[in-house]
């Protein structure tokens, strides 16, 4: 079964400070990974997709995130975090399969 | 830019009560999908669709749940009735068909609110 683990459901950084949120997945076979992020009140928007092409894949807003299928995973990260990018963060995977598989969510709070 | 629209934004009903949540996928879009996210929780699939008929479904969608496209444009989620554990933003995604890469595109959502 294919499935995503994210680690820390809160994560904290201050304002220009480097965010790094983890995403693990599981997969019998090699997956088309996806980032989201959900502003309150609002519904998913995609940040970011890997889709095997390259594996660093740089995505809106400054983030991207990193294929490393060694430790399969796919953390993403941003130099320098803005009070703008408090929001949650789900990680998602699909295979060849019609269907996605989310994360629990992390939510981002960034400190002024 | 081309958007998935729901309707309503949020919706008030009474336990027992019938429900249908409202879609619009994107219109060149061919497999669609239904989400619920109850409050302060993790996002969880119910249901998708494809060629007419469910390719997929999740334990939670039980035969309290059904989708219809009735008309080729909207795409619709009926609880037939509801109980206050479906209280939750209901979710609607569209994906296109090329490919095996294309992402989800989500709508902004439906609260439901079981009383």
């Known amino acids: 079964a294919q499935s995503v683990t994210q680690l820390g459901s809160h994560v904290s950084v201050s304002e220009g400070a480097l965010v790094l949120l983890r995403c693990n997945y599981s997969?019998?076979?090699?997956?088309?990974l996806f980032w989201y992020v959900q502003y309150p009140n609002q519904g998913l928007q995609l940040l970011l997709k890997y889709t095997s092409a390259a594996t660093l894949v740089k995505g809106i807003n400054g983030f991207e995130a990193e294929f490393k299928k060694s430790e399969t995973s796919f953390h993403l990260t941003k130099p320098s975090a803005h009070m703008s990018d408090a929001a949650e963060y789900f990680c998602a995977v699909r295979t060849t399969g019609n269907q996605f598989y989310f994360g629990t969510g992390t939510s981002l709070t960034v400190i002024p | 830019e081309p958007e998935v629209t729901q309707t309503p934004s949020h919706q008030v009903t009474q336990m027992g009560q019938e429900v249908i949540l409202r879609c619009v996928p994107i219109?060149?879009?061919?497999?669609f999908y239904w989400y619920r996210q109850i409050l302060g929780q993790k996002v969880e699939f119910l249901v998708s669709?494809?060629?007419?008929?469910?390719?997929?479904k999740s334990e939670i969608f039980d035969d309290q749940f059904s989708v219809e496209r009735p008309d080729g444009s909207n795409f619709t989620l009926k609880i037939r009735s509801t109980k206050l554990e479906d209280s939750a933003m209901y979710f609607c995604?569209?994906?296109?068909?090329?490919?095996?890469?294309?992402?989800?595109?989500f709508g902004e959502g439906s609260r439901l609110t079981v009383l």
């Open positions: 995604a569209s994906r296109a068909g090329t490919g095996n890469t294309g992402e989800l595109f």
């Open positions: 669709f494809y060629n007419n008929e469910i390719s997929e």
């Open positions: 997969s019998s076979v090699p997956p088309y």
């Open positions: 219109s060149n879009h061919l497999y």
